[in-house]
């Protein structure tokens, strides 16, 4: 369910997630049969009562009970923890304590409880995250017993005033005897709801003119997610599961309305802020490079903290603060950027967008459904993420790619950040390799990238020539020698000179191994670099293991080069190559050539991913399994010479 308090339970669930196998059946007539999938814990009750007021707050009441069946979840079902926003929200009344099969309770006691908080020091608020924990250890606790959670958050101020909404959904992962969730409000504030893999709720009028919705849920067999191929990452829809869509925004310009009427008081330009865009933007030569510049500086300077949009308070920081403090959330980053902007006569408007696997929105608009904000630049059709490292000017990194957002300042209905597909993300690497008589061989390798791997590595390579342990990649290329059981040497050249980010980016290698092949007798050579290329068409082999996936995944389109040329020693005789490879489906395409010269062979290999993304249907599974099949078997490709 959505309730924070089981954050700690849920991450440790998916690694604890085995698939267990049955057991056989009499000699001759052996079956396999696969056992009920068991998390280890249930919750016997898990209950969430939301009473909303008139101006959109709320309070909040969770109480449940989680029974532990296994002893592989003793430590983690024993730990939980209460996380809310200490601006906003008032923790109440909790009860806490260990409930023994044989109905014993023992309350937790004061020293099992220990609360971090993101407050100022001498009582000061905190500058940037509000939210507070309340970490709890419940003891003496053993398998078959039970423990029992309850609290109330009472929230004294309303996310966007007048509004209210609720995205919430159940873990068909995790077992209920029995979950309940209701919601009480005005029928005055007009919420609608939407609810899917549930019966309807059952709907009451109360007292004073409120109305009250009633769900519940149970699943005594839950779903073992992790027996899912782990090769490719599910696209989520809200659809998929048990879950609850309640709000009164009337759709997502309201909500868009409701954030800017917050953020636009924060984006002023004052003459610190002028002064400030005059100082960053001097000697550019058009407004495009005074955008690109602003953009740089706040990546550099403001460091990337807080909550974002989890609930609290979703108003920016003021510009002088974020400044004094060098430091801000998502909100904050935006806002300063837009405040630069428009003190340089540049438009901009913050748009609200998610960042995890989610690419579409629900039904009925719920502010939930956004928990990040990026700036807009309408003249240069260009998204700004300035809390992203890896991000050049106009680029956002790849969880943001294909997006549903809403533009805050000038309201323009759902649009899409753009994708980025095999145009942009390309990579290619060129190796010469020259063995000599007595088996060492010398190398010179090349490598270019555009697109996300060009961001993600010129970004570390900066990083790292700025570092006080830059050395030229002399002890990068020596351990990864030694790992691999041989001795050598070597390091990097022609780093492409940058400070940041980059959309295109290159580097070169040279580096000698000492006996890496055997001269004195007849040998199948391995046909590929010492050093495996970043992106490498390797990698894709993977794929040939699963043919099928029952969800729509992520994806996205590149185009992978990789050369390998290899000239052998007069002291050999290069006796055979392997044959071409051409595999292609409606999608991927690999190809792989081997030309011959005498002593020296060539090859080429391409790999082409035009699948559009950021989602694929299952289907498209088949056609990467056809290419990886390809991939996986020349890979075993060798190249045989036998001693003059």
Not at 252 to 269: N, Q, T
Not at 334 to 345: C, D, F, I, M, P
């Amino acid at each position: 369910m959505q309730g924070r308090t089981m954050s700690t339970l849920r991450r440790v669930v998916a690694a604890l997630a085995l698939c267990l196998a049955g057991t056989f059946g009499a000699l001759g007539q052996q079956t396999l049969a696969k056992k009920p999938y068991n998390p280890g814990w249930k919750y016997t009750s898990y209950k969430q009562h939301i009473d909303v007021n008139d101006d959109g707050s709320r309070t909040e009441t969770v109480d449940y009970s989680l029974t532990v069946l296994a002893d592989s979840t003793l430590k983690s079902s024993s730990q939980q923890t209460i996380s809310y926003h200490e601006g906003g929200e008032v923790l109440e009344d909790v009860v806490a304590y260990t409930k023994k099969a044989d109905g014993r309770r023992i309350d937790v006691p004061d020293g099992n409880v220990q609360v971090t908080s993101h407050n100022g020091i001498n009582g000061t608020a905190p500058a940037f995250s509000d939210l507070k924990d309340r970490h709890i250890v419940f003891p003496d606790v053993a398998v078959g017993d039970s423990i029992v959670l309850a609290y109330t958050l009472r929230g004294h101020k309303p996310t966007f005033k007048n509004h209210y909404s609720l995205l919430s959904r159940y873990s068909e992962a995790e077992a209920y005897d029995h979950a309940e969730l209701v919601v009480t409000a005005p029928k005055r504030l007009g919420l609608r709801q939407a609810t899917y893999h549930l019966e309807a709720p059952k709907v009451e009028d109360v007292d004073g003119g409120r109305v009250r919705w009633t769900w519940t849920y149970r699943n005594t067999q839950p779903t073992d997610y992790s027996a899912e191929s782990d090769i490719y990452q599910r696209a989520w829809s809200y659809k998929d599961f048990p879950s609850i869509e309640i709000s009164n925004f009337r759709d997502y310009a309201e909500i868009a309305a409701a954030y800017e009427e917050e953020a636009a008081k924060r984006a002023g330009v004052d003459e610190r802020i002028r002064a400030l865009a005059e100082d960053i933007t001097k000697d550019s030569k058009n407004k495009r490079e005074e955008a690109e510049k602003i953009y740089r500086w706040a990546v550099k300077n403001i460091t990337f903290a807080g909550n974002c949009l989890s609930g609290g308070d979703v108003v920016p920081r003021p510009t002088a603060t974020i400044l004094d403090m060098k430091m801000g959330d998502c909100k904050d980053h935006a806002t300063l950027v837009q405040a630069l902007l428009s003190a340089r006569g540049i438009k901009s408007s913050q748009a609200l967008i998610n960042t995890a696997a989610w690419y579409e929105l629900p039904e009925i608009p719920c502010w939930q459904a956004f928990n990040h904000v990026i700036d807009y630049l309408p003249d240069y059709d260009a998204y700004l993420d300035a809390t992203s490292t890896t991000s050049p000017f106009g680029v956002l990194p790849p969880q943001e790619h294909g997006k549903p957002t809403i533009h805050t300042t000038a309201y323009r209905g759902i649009e899409r950040t753009p994708m980025r597909g095999s145009s942009d993300n390309q990579s290619d690497a060129v190796t010469d390799m020259t063995v000599r008589p007595d088996g060492g061989v010398d190398v010179r390798a090349s490598y270019k990238f555009t697109g996300e791997m060009a961001n993600g590595l010129s970004q570390s390579f900066a990083e790292w020539k700025r570092s006080p342990d830059f050395d030229g990649g002399q002890r990068t290329i020596q351990r990864w020698l030694e790992r691999s059981g041989h001795k050598g040497s070597g390091g990097y050249d022609g780093i492409a000179d940058t400070d940041s980010a980059t959309d295109a980016f290159s580097y070169e290698m040279h580096y000698h191994v000492e006996d890496y092949l055997d001269t004195s007798n007849p040998y199948g050579v391995t046909l590929a670099a010492q050093f495996p290329a970043p992106n490498s068409i390797a990698d894709t082999a993977a794929a040939a293991a699963v043919d099928q996936y029952p969800h729509e995944f992520l994806c996205h389109g590149d185009v992978r080069r990789e050369k390998l040329t290899i000239t052998f020693p007069p002291n050999v005789k290069l006796l055979a190559v392997p044959k071409n490879v051409h595999e292609q489906t409606a999608l991927v395409r690999f190809d792989a050539n081997y030309e011959r010269h005498g002593n020296t062979l060539m090859v080429t290999r391409t790999i082409t991913d035009t699948t559009p993304g950021p989602v694929c249907a299952p289907d498209i599974v088949a056609q990467y399994a056809k290419i990886g099949a390809a991939v996986k078997k020349d890979a075993k490709a060798q190249a045989v010479y036998q001693p003059r």
